[in-house]
């Protein structure tokens, strides 16, 4: 098992990617899906942006550093990854932020429908999102099991929001096919893209969705809190009105009128003044992640994932898992349901295995490809069917939970 890693390794492409990241010794982190790792060149940038930009520049600097452009920029680099075009995205807001503007953009656009219909065990944000608005009196919240989703479109659903890649399981929606069966009811796609952008090729034009969502700090490593991005089809960049009409959405702020009236395209998007810290760190990530390619990383995602699973089997170890176990349906991880899996998770932490809990009974492993060895497969394996032989997970320590899991 660890000769055939180091096989894998040596012929691995993208096996000096690793030095592009900072990781602590010792660890092997497999919980890039709720926490990308830190490029080895975005403190650097930081420095850069703190000092000079800021210290420097001072307010100079939103023109003269290209600040004011920062959403637009970074959201044209990610374009490529989801198969957009560079004007369709722009990079703003927090992920749920950016679901409440959607959602209700989308819902403005099809006067006389307002069921948001999405699936029971969504991440819960999206689901809290279309309850925020249902509370407004302007959505109706309709959740079908995904088996049931296409039958659940009737003339009444505005909108179809899914998340592409589940949280969980790692389970993938068909997104042509449901994009599809959408429009055919007359429906709008929403698709969050948090466990599928930067990790999995993704083609929203190509699919003919009408807006999306994604995560910065998961496999776009733009660090904690990045700021996460919007999509708008270009085709519904005119009429679409999105509810939080801040100043930097409008078409000339700086003419401070007291009148609101929408930028074009999807600068519209925009609510308040840009987190240029945390556009920059993202533009950091999203660069490394262009650079190495995102059908690299999905086949070394495959492939580390599928060799995970053959070192458990060799090791004789045997958890029920619940992502699907053909390749083309899942993303990039591997969950396994296990009564204790909360101590098992705390077991191989403190193992220095990082991954992560999801409630009530999910151990979840993400094979973020940029950063990992078939090496560290292998030894996350051994420490996996070290923990469950021994027991080790039933220590008392291994039971208390801090407030994030
Ligand atoms: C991580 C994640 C989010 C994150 O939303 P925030 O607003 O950044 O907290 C949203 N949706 C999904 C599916 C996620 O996995």
Same mark, same amino acid.
């Given at each position: 098992m660890h000769e055939d890693a180091r096989q894998r390794d040596a012929a691995d492409?993208?096996?000096?990617?690793?030095?592009r990241f900072i990781l602590p010794e010792g660890v092997i982190y497999l919980d890039g899906n709720s926490l990308g790792a830190l490029p080895r060149a975005t403190p650097d940038r930081l420095a850069e942006v703190v000092r000079?930009?800021?210290?420097?520049?001072?307010?100079?600097s939103w023109n003269s550093a290209g600040w004011i452009d920062l959403p637009q920029r970074v959201g044209a680099k990610i374009a490529p990854l989801i198969g957009?075009?560079?004007?369709e995205v722009i990079a703003c807001d927090s992920t749920s932020v950016n679901l409440f503007k959607l959602i209700a953009g989308a819902l403005s656009l099809k006067p006389g429908r307002k069921v948001v219909l999405s699936e029971p065990g969504n991440f819960p944000t999206d689901l809290y999102m279309i309850d925020g608005l249902e509370k407004q009196g302007l959505a109706q919240r309709r959740l079908a099991p995904r088996n049931e989703l296409v039958g659940a479109?009737?003339?009444?659903?505005?909108v179809l929001l899914l998340t592409?890649?589940?949280?969980?399981?790692?389970e993938l929606f068909d997104m042509a096919a449901l994009t599809r069966a959408a429009h055919d009811a007359g429906a709008l796609v929403l698709w969050d893209l948090s466990h599928s952008c930067g990790a999995y090729p993704v083609d929203l034009n190509g699919c003919g969705a009408d807006f999306a969502v994604g995560c910065?700090?998961?496999?776009?490593?733009?660090?904690?809190g990045a700021p996460a991005f919007a999509y708008v089809a270009r085709r519904h960049q005119q009429a679409l009105r999105q509810p939080l009409t801040g100043w930097m959405g409008? %078409?000339?702020?700086?003419?401070?009128?007291?009148d609101y009236s929408p930028a074009s395209g999807?600068?519209?998007m925009l609510c308040g003044t840009p987190p240029i810290l945390g556009l920059a760190a993202l533009e950091v990530g999203v660069d490394l992640v262009t650079q190495i390619g995102v059908e690299r990383l999905y086949a070394k995602s495959q492939a580390l994932s599928e060799f995970f699973r053959h070192c458990l089997s060799e090791l004789g170890v045997s958890l029920d898992v619940?992502?699907?176990?053909d390749l083309a349906q899942r993303g990039s991880q591997l969950s396994f349901r296990h009564r204790d899996a909360f101590a098992l998770c705390q077991a191989l932490i403190a193992r220095g295995v990082i991954g992560d809990f999801r409630d009530p009974d999910i151990l979840r492993l993400g094979?973020?490809?940029?950063?990992?060895?078939f090496a560290d497969m292998a030894e996350a394996a051994r420490h996996l069917a070290e923990v469950l032989d021994s027991?080790?997970?039933?220590?008392?320590?291994? %039971?208390e939970r801090a407030a994030v899991t």
């Amino acid at each position: 098992m660890h000769e055939d890693a180091r096989q894998r390794d040596a012929a691995d492409p993208l096996a000096d990617y690793r030095e592009r990241f900072i990781l602590p010794e010792g660890v092997i982190y497999l919980d890039g899906n709720s926490l990308g790792a830190l490029p080895r060149a975005t403190p650097d940038r930081l420095a850069e942006v703190v000092r000079g930009e800021w210290g420097e520049g001072l307010i100079r600097s939103w023109n003269s550093a290209g600040w004011i452009d920062l959403p637009q920029r970074v959201g044209a680099k990610i374009a490529p990854l989801i198969g957009a075009e560079p004007e369709e995205v722009i990079a703003c807001d927090s992920t749920s932020v950016n679901l409440f503007k959607l959602i209700a953009g989308a819902l403005s656009l099809k006067p006389g429908r307002k069921v948001v219909l999405s699936e029971p065990g969504n991440f819960p944000t999206d689901l809290y999102m279309i309850d925020g608005l249902e509370k407004q009196g302007l959505a109706q919240r309709r959740l079908a099991p995904r088996n049931e989703l296409v039958g659940a479109l009737d003339d009444d659903v505005a909108v179809l929001l899914l998340t592409h890649a589940h949280y969980k399981t790692g389970e993938l929606f068909d997104m042509a096919a449901l994009t599809r069966a959408a429009h055919d009811a007359g429906a709008l796609v929403l698709w969050d893209l948090s466990h599928s952008c930067g990790a999995y090729p993704v083609d929203l034009n190509g699919c003919g969705a009408d807006f999306a969502v994604g995560c910065g700090y998961k496999y776009l490593c733009g660090g904690p809190g990045a700021p996460a991005f919007a999509y708008v089809a270009r085709r519904h960049q005119q009429a679409l009105r999105q509810p939080l009409t801040g100043w930097m959405g409008h %078409s000339a702020p700086f003419e401070f009128s007291d009148d609101y009236s929408p930028a074009s395209g999807v600068d519209q998007m925009l609510c308040g003044t840009p987190p240029i810290l945390g556009l920059a760190a993202l533009e950091v990530g999203v660069d490394l992640v262009t650079q190495i390619g995102v059908e690299r990383l999905y086949a070394k995602s495959q492939a580390l994932s599928e060799f995970f699973r053959h070192c458990l089997s060799e090791l004789g170890v045997s958890l029920d898992v619940v992502s699907p176990t053909d390749l083309a349906q899942r993303g990039s991880q591997l969950s396994f349901r296990h009564r204790d899996a909360f101590a098992l998770c705390q077991a191989l932490i403190a193992r220095g295995v990082i991954g992560d809990f999801r409630d009530p009974d999910i151990l979840r492993l993400g094979f973020a490809p940029a950063y990992l060895r078939f090496a560290d497969m292998a030894e996350a394996a051994r420490h996996l069917a070290e923990v469950l032989d021994s027991g080790e997970w039933r220590r008392a320590e291994f %039971s208390e939970r801090a407030a994030v899991t």
